[in-house]
């Protein structure tokens, strides 16, 4: 009796496996699903290269960024082939070689930046739970095209003998009339402001963005000219009283070797504009992997090496760059600037309100 139902359970058995191929994938699906969440190393890639290579099209130009590449080589043995320009061309470059371009990996500054990256269809999405992991969603692109690296916070520097931390609060206050003649900022062709503005759009709309905009040019203390570090010089010359920059110049000249930087930086305070309202805006330094990337696996593993905690704590230590990885905290210099709240926005909306910047400013007369 016993043996009758063993033989009628087999054959039970047999029929379910015979016919239940969907059953069966399923079963597979879901343990690759807990063993992924299990351990959060594993990349979801498919592709797998023997290649021991990467070629990395960067707009940086950082020492320390060639630091981390080549302790990436030595951790993994894959060679990073860095091929360095500004951003644009590099872009320019990367559509001219089509199909054939070698580069597998694209790095940049800016938000803005990666979506024209996007944009013109030169990125791939990926996927990889450790990047995940170490970078929150909001410094990414939606569409995973792209990943924050580093962090940068656009704050109000202000010379610390005219003005008190209390005559400041708001981006938006310094359209104010008690401003006028007083406020420094750089091109509106420039993409860190184009961010900034991008930024306002989404959070305020486009007609406040506007105001916004028309406002600085009526209090500018100057035409715009030069780069961030420009305007904290001209607030020691006594131009201006305020700028807006972002913090990591001032990390770099508080350590530079030119003691009249120094000297600029230390006569500055910082301040973190909009904390009771929508906070400060912050951007990114990131990277997208190259639509015809020949070396896809190894351009993951270069991101994923980036944005583990060891190399952003070196971000932070050597450019005075915010952790984009939230486990990491940062260093000694930034945390003297003091706490701030950030836009609670996805730095997506950086590359999607551009164009419209842009026009803002033209319409404005931000030069
Ligand atoms: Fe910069």
Redesign the pocket.
């Known amino acids: 009796m016993k043996k009758a139902i063993y033989l009628v359970l087999a054959f039970v058995l047999l029929v379910l496996s015979a016919c239940g191929n969907g059953t069966t994938t399923n079963t597979t699906s879901n343990n690759e699903t807990t063993k992924s969440t299990e351990t959060t190393e594993t990349t979801e890639t498919t592709e797998t290269t023997d290649s021991k290579e990467i070629n990395l099209y960067t707009a940086r130009h950082y020492d320390v960024d060639d630091t981390l590449y080549a302790k990436f080589e030595e951790e993994t043995g894959i060679k990073v082939n860095v091929i360095k320009g500004e951003a644009d061309e590099l872009l320019e470059r990367i559509k001219r070689e089509g199909d054939a371009t070698e580069a597998d990996l694209f790095l940049t500054?800016d938000a803005g930046r990666l979506f024209r990256a996007k944009d013109e269809g030169l990125l791939q999405a990926v996927s990889s739970d450790l990047l995940d992991e170490q970078v929150p969603a909001n410094f990414q692109d939606k569409d995973q095209m792209w990943y924050g690296l580093t962090k940068?916070a656009r704050v109000i520097v202000y010379n610390k003998e005219n003005v008190k931390p209390e005559d400041l609060s708001t981006y938006e206050a310094l359209t104010e009339e008690e401003w006028k003649g007083r406020v420094l900022i750089r091109s509106g062709e420039n993409v860190?402001n184009q961010s900034l503005l991008a930024s306002f759009i989404e959070i305020n709309g486009e007609e406040q963005a506007k105001e916004w905009a028309a406002g600085i040019v009526s209090n500018l203390a100057r035409d715009p000219e030069g780069?961030?570090r420009d305007q904290a010089k001209a607030i020691a010359a006594g131009i201006g009283d305020v700028a807006i920059m972002?913090t990591?110049?001032l990390g770099q000249m508080l350590n530079s070797e030119d003691a009249e930087e120094v000297k600029v930086a230390e006569g500055l305070g910082v301040f973190f504009p909009n904390q009771e309202t929508t906070g400060t805006h912050v951007n990114v330094s990131g990277a997208g992997v190259v639509k015809a990337s020949k070396n896809k696996d190894n351009a993951i593993k270069l991101l994923e090496f980036l944005s583990a905690p060891e190399s952003q704590t070196t971000f932070a230590e050597a450019n005075y760059e915010y952790p984009v990885n939230d486990s990491v905290e940062s260093t000694e210099l930034l945390q003297s600037w003091g706490e701030f709240k950030e836009q609670n926005i996805s730095l997506s909306a950086l590359g999607d309100n551009n164009a419209k910047s842009i026009l803002i400013f033209n319409e404005v007369g931000w030069k």
């Open positions: 500054a940068r860190y780069g961030d972002n990591y110049y």
